[in-house]
C-alpha cells in the first residue's frame, strides 16, 4: 500500500515563512531554510514553498530561495509563486527544486500546463487550486492571486482541464478551512479525488491527525499539507505520523 505523505507547507512572504486564517490576518512564522532543515530531520516527506504575493505583485519567482533550500535538505520539495513561463520552471528545477506549482499561471494560460508537462515530465508539474464554496451556486470555485481574485471557475472542472492537460499533481487548498485547525473539506477533497486520476495533496483546515486520517479515508486525498499546526508546535510532524500510524494509515517510519 502507498504510504500517505506529510507535507509541510512554507508560505513565503517578503522571504518569511508567514501563516494566516482563512488566506488573511498574516503572521511571521520563521525563517525558511532552517524551517525546512527542521522538518527535514523530523520526517516530513516533501516540502511544498509557496510566494503568496509573486504573483499579485508581478514579481519573479524565488529561485534563490530554492538553491538555500535544495543545499540544506534531502526530501523532495516544491516551489510555486509567480511561475509563468516554462523558462522559469526550467530554473527552479535547475536550482534544485523537484517540482513547481502553477497556479495564477495556468489558469491564464492552461496550455502551460500541457507545454511544462511534455518539456519537463509531468511528476514535475503540481496545479495548485485554491477553493472557496460558491455563494451563487452548489459546488466551488477556483480563485487566484493568492486568493484575491474569484474567477468563475468550478474546482473539480478545473482539477479535471489541469489533469487532462498533463499535471501530475493537485494540490487543493480550501480557501474556507485554511488556518483554521477545524478540520479539511471533505466535501471538495472528495469531490476532486474522485474526479482525477492523479495525487491530490489536501490544504487548509489540519488540527490534529484524526483530521489528516478523514483527509484520506473520507476525502480519498493522498497526501495532506500541514503548516499552522507544525508551525505553531501545537504537533511534530513525528507525533502526527506517530498517530496516523496507530490508526492504520500507512505513513513512513523508517529511520526513527
Known amino acids: 500500500m502507498t504510504t500517505v505523505r506529510l507535507i509541510p507547507c512554507l508560505d513565503i512572504k517578503n522571504g518569511r515563512v508567514v501563516k494566516g486564517t482563512n488566506f488573511v490576518n498574516i503572521r511571521d512564522a520563521g525563517d525558511p531554510v532552517e524551517l525546512a532543515k527542521f522538518y527535514n530531520s523530523e520526517g516530513a516527506d516533501e516540502l511544498v514553498f509557496l510566494d503568496i504575493t509573486a504573483s ?3 514579481r519573479a519567482p524565488v529561485i534563490d530561495l530554492a538553491e538555500k533550500v535544495a543545499a540544506e535538505i534531502f526530501i523532495p520539495f516544491t516551489v510555486g509563486g509567480g511561475i509563468r513561463t516554462t523558462e522559469a520552471i526550467q530554473a527552479a528545477l535547475h536550482a534544485g527544486a523537484d517540482k513547481v506549482s502553477l497556479n495564477t499561471a495556468a489558469i491564464q494560460d492552461p496550455n502551460l500546463i500541457q507545454s511544462a508537462a511534455e518539456r519537463f515530465g509531468a511528476q514535475c508539474i503540481v496545479t495548485a487550486i485554491d477553493a472557496r464554496k460558491a455563494s451563487a451556486r452548489d459546488g466551488w470555485e477556483v480563485y487566484i492571486h493568492g486568493g484575491r481574485t474569484p474567477t468563475g471557475i468550478d474546482v473539480v472542472e478545473w482539477a479535471r482541464e489541469a489533469a487532462r492537460r498533463g499535471s ?8 474556507d478551512g485554511d488556518g483554521t485547525q477545524a478540520g479539511y473539506d471533505l466535501g471538495v477533497t472528495k469531490a476532486v479525488s474522485d474526479a ?3 495525487p491530490v495533496i489536501a490544504s487548509g483546515g489540519a488540527g490534529n491527525a484524526s483530521h489528516l486520517a478523514d483527509a484520506i479515508e473520507v476525502g480519498h486525498a ?4 500541514l503548516a499552522s499546526i507544525i508551525h505553531d508546535g501545537i504537533y511534530s510532524i513525528r507525533q502526527l505520523k ?3 500510524h496507530e490508526h492504520g494509515v500507512p505513513v ?3 529511520g526513527w
Open 222 to 225: 493522498d497526501a495532506v499539507l
Open 242 to 244: 506517530q498517530e496516523l
Open 56 to 58: 499579485s505583485d508581478s
Open 252 to 254: 513512513r517510519l523508517s
Open 168 to 175: 501530475g499533481e493537485i494540490l487543493l487548498t480550501s480557501m
Open 196 to 198: 482525477v486520476d492523479v
